[in-house]
Nanobody, 122 residues
Framework: QVQLVESGGGLVQAGGSLRLSCAAS????????MAWYRQAPGKQRELVAA???????NYADSVKGRFTISRDNAKNTAYLEMNSLKPEDTAVYYC????????????????WGQGTQVTVSS
């Protein structure tokens, strides 16, 4: 069983900062790509940032220069540092992780966290 536990959301004023964490736990071989998505009311879920196990990253254009994704492979944890927050960043943020269950079986399966609310007031 794999669990993703997110934390760090909250209410912040525009221009402020928040740091989200996503910890993967359970019995598995490795956590490969890790990513943050967000979904605002009435909108589709969108990719915010992603990071490979080697540390390669990519970002949505809307957050480039403001958000930073990182990870601690020893802890199977991903982080999203969010600076210069804007009201349009308000959304539920979800963590997604590609998990390889067994060393002898290639391929991964995606798991989602429960989501954490980020609200940016103007």
């Amino acid at each position: 069983q794999v669990q993703l536990v997110e934390s760090g959301g909250g209410l912040v004023q525009a221009g402020g900062s928040l740091r989200l964490s996503c910890a993967a736990s359970g019995s598995f071989f490795s956590a490969n790509a890790m990513a943050w998505y967000r979904q605002a009311p009435g909108k589709q879920r969108e990719l915010v940032a992603a990071i490979t196990s080697r540390g390669n990253t990519n970002y949505a254009d809307s957050v480039k220069g403001r958000f930073t994704i990182s990870r601690d492979n020893a802890k199977n944890t991903a982080y999203l540092e969010m600076n210069s927050l804007k009201p349009e960043d308000t959304a539920v943020y979800y963590c997604n992780t590609k998990i390889q269950m067994l060393a002898t079986v290639p391929g991964t399966r995606g798991y989602w966290g429960q989501g954490t609310q980020v609200t940016v007031s103007s």
